[in-house]
């Protein structure tokens, strides 16, 4: 599979730099402008505007019948999407956090991802739950989850995790298009996080099945998602200049996988490191190992290493909490461990 190319820039002024919170505003706007169908429940997310601001606004241009507070209870939120989805509308749901999700996984996982295939393909479910996961900001253990893992092992869900401005719009303007349900997971640290977008009125989609090579390299393959591309790309930065060129590679959305796109670049590199911030034990990245394994293990010069969350509830403690998150010395000692020695010889004397 090619990998997958943002549109050139061939002007700058196409393009302006906004963050990640305003690039998904500005999808779930233009959507519903597009759409009428299409209307956004939740917790606050009204006068409000989101526990995350990112539906501040919305209230005063499409009104209260298409912008609707709810109950503080993700069962409701979620059954109230998915009965108005099989009556012909197609809903946005905003959970507070993913953490929250467990009080509606029930619907998630036994209605909103099996009722199409139940059905024979007669209902519909074009449901787009949002939801910040992830840790960082002293959230403390039963806010700080990145439960991914969970969902992505239901067949007839999406999972959705953008890491820019860019992908943040282009890809929930794409879910936002399909007849199938969308887990979208915005880790709650890329709010802020600024990156180009293009101008307003350039109308612009992100496939859900391909991910994107943020860099380019020849010596090991990085495989990462979510808030972790910003810090694999760091690493990998500094890997260079000692003279090991790392590939790194956004997945962008884990179910489904581009695995093609991690096949060929294995294939290069000979040498795998996978990085995410959740748990070691049956997590996204044990899964993505073992299909390496199955499809590329003639290809793999050294066993895949495999950069993770520690395997503790998140502390609240601002000490703890950076301990058990990876970071990016984590990153570079992986690829050390894994990179011969040739690969960087020579490298002072340049």
Sequence with gaps: MATAKEPERNEKKTMRTITYREALREAIAEE????????ILGEDIAGYGGTYGVTKGL???FGEKRVKDTP???EVIAGAAIGSALGGLRPIAELMTMNFSLLASDQIINSLAKFRYMFGGQAKLPVVIRM????GAQRGAQHSQMLESLYAHIPGLKLVMPATPYDAKGMLKASLRQDDPILFIEHELLYNVKGEVPDLGVHYTVPLDQGIV?????DVTIVTFSRMVHICSQAAEDLAKEGIEAEVIDLRAIRPIDLD???DSVRKTNRVVIAEEGWKYYGTGQGIA???????????DAPIAHVTGKDVPMPYSKVLERAALPGKAEVI???KALVPARATAGVGAR
């Design 32 to 39: 519903m402008r597009r759409d009428e169908r299409i209307y």
């Design 214 to 218: 943020r860099r380019e390299g020849k």
């Design 59 to 61: 209230i005063e241009e």
């Design 290 to 300: 073992a299909l390496i394994y199955e499809y590329a293990f003639d290809w793999l």
């Design 72 to 74: 503080l209870a993700e």
């Design 132 to 135: 910040p996961a992830g840790g």
């Design 261 to 263: 796109l991690v096949l």
């Design 333 to 335: 000692a992986a690829v």
